[in-house]
């Protein structure tokens, strides 16, 4: 069982950058698939972006050249730097781990973007 902690989420003003944080309880977060995903009010959970043990990128279009993630598997933690925010940015935002079909979720950190 691996646990995900989720921090850094907040309340921002349009334009502005939030950076969050997944800590992994694993000590073996190098094998893992890791990703963002959110959820807004009134809709399905959706990728945000994910990093590959190997380092591939897949994110949705919405993001694209506005967040990145990445890893650092020697604290075993992902992050989502998120910049020029958008009000439909806002949404709950859960970390993700994948491993040999098994997959774990932390459980959400608020991300409001309103002026």
């Known amino acids: 069982q691996v646990q995900l902690v989720e921090s850094g989420g907040g309340l921002v003003q349009p334009g502005g950058s939030l950076r969050l944080s997944c800590a992994a309880s694993t000590n073996n977060s190098r094998l893992y698939n890791m990703a963002w995903y959110r959820q807004a009010p009134g809709k399905q959970r959706e990728l945000v972006e994910q990093?590959?043990?190997?380092?591939?990128?897949n994110y949705a279009d919405s993001v694209k050249g506005r967040f990145t993630i990445s890893r650092d598997d020697a604290k075993n933690t992902v992050y989502l730097q998120m910049n020029s925010l958008k009000p439909e940015d806002t949404a709950i935002y859960y970390c993700n781990a994948a491993f040999l079909g098994a997959v774990y979720w932390g459980q959400g950190t608020q991300v409001t973007v309103s002026s």
């Open positions: 990093i590959t043990r190997d380092g591939q990128l």
